[in-house]
């Protein structure tokens, strides 16, 4: 079932120029400007200190999270869709496994550190990027669906241990909020 839905998420692709390109380019920078939207944050007007530990927050969620796929990625050895005769390919081929995707992992790690903080419309729009890059990742055929799945359950998971682990107001939440 998981490569049925793959391909026909990735049967769309090449039949509307525009798509395809809005798909490789969310694909290729959606990543990117997240990380650029969670720095942003840092200079927020309102409540500062606050969104300046959530933002600490994403960013470790994120690096947890990529860690924990790289564990992963010693066990699973999952072939790309592409591979495997599942997907038609929109975007160069990558060198490692399929399965966790690193897109979502990254992606949903920050959405889920700023919903755990009781931001909902920060983590609305958060969540809306995670899900159009997750999306886009089956589309350009270089990731099932459940590597995508598995990648946001890693990002999600990630962000619940940095949540119970990183306090705000600790001791090391004021040393690095003075030292950024």
Known sequence: MDAAITHWINSFAGHNAFVDQAMIAITQTGVPFIVLVVVLQWWSRENRQHLRHVAIC??????????????????????????????????????DWSFPSDHATASMSVAMAFALQKL??????????AFLICLSRVYVGTHYVTDVLGGAATGIVAAIVVRTLYRENSKFDRFAKSIL
Do not use: C, E, T
């Open 58 to 95: 994403a960013g470790l969620a994120f690096l947890l999270g990529l860690a924990i796929n790289q564990g992963i990625l010693l066990f699973i050895h999952r072939v790309r869709p592409y591979d495997a005769g599942a997907s038609n390919l929109l975007i160069a081929k990558s060198a």
């Open 120 to 129: 909902p419309r920060r983590a609305l729009a958060f969540f809306a990027m």
